[in-house]
């Protein structure tokens, strides 16, 4: 069992940053990827970054390229989402994920992870 505790959510103004962390407890995650996805009201969950512990790798959305950056300490095993030049469209649920099962769906796909948190609410006003 896996669990995810996230923090850092809250309300800026656009063109503001928001810092959000996952800190995951229940299992080693050396040879894991931690994601974060997002859902605003009315539209789907979607993928925002992730980041595979063992490689160091990070991927992302096409949408916060350049102004979101994921890091994760594996030592902590704590993921960070960094999210800078915020524009209304980014408030939403935030929610990180862990994937521990080894799935080969991709690491922007939902069907990837086996683990997620409660979503801390970002609210960007313009």
């Known amino acids: 069992q896996v669990h995810l505790v996230e923090s850092g959510g809250g309300l800026v103004q656009a063109g503001g940053s928001l810092r959000l962390s996952c800190a995951a407890s229940?299992?080693?995650?050396?040879?894991?990827?931690m994601g974060w996805f997002r859902q605003a009201p009315g539209k789907e969950r979607e993928f925002v970054a992730a980041i595979t512990w063992s490689a160091g790798s990070t991927y992302y959305a096409d949408s916060v390229k350049g102004r979101f950056t994921i890091s994760g300490d594996n030592a902590k095993s704590t993921v960070s989402l960094q999210m800078n030049s915020l524009t209304p469209e980014a408030s939403a649920l935030y929610y990180c994920?862990?994937?521990?099962?080894?799935?080969?769906?991709?690491?922007?796909?939902?069907?990837?992870?086996?683990?997620w948190g409660q979503g801390p609410h970002v609210t960007v006003s313009s």
């Open positions: 994920a862990a994937a521990v099962s080894g799935s080969r769906s991709p690491s922007y796909s939902r069907a990837r992870y086996d683990y």
């Open positions: 229940g299992r080693t995650f050396s040879s894991y990827t």
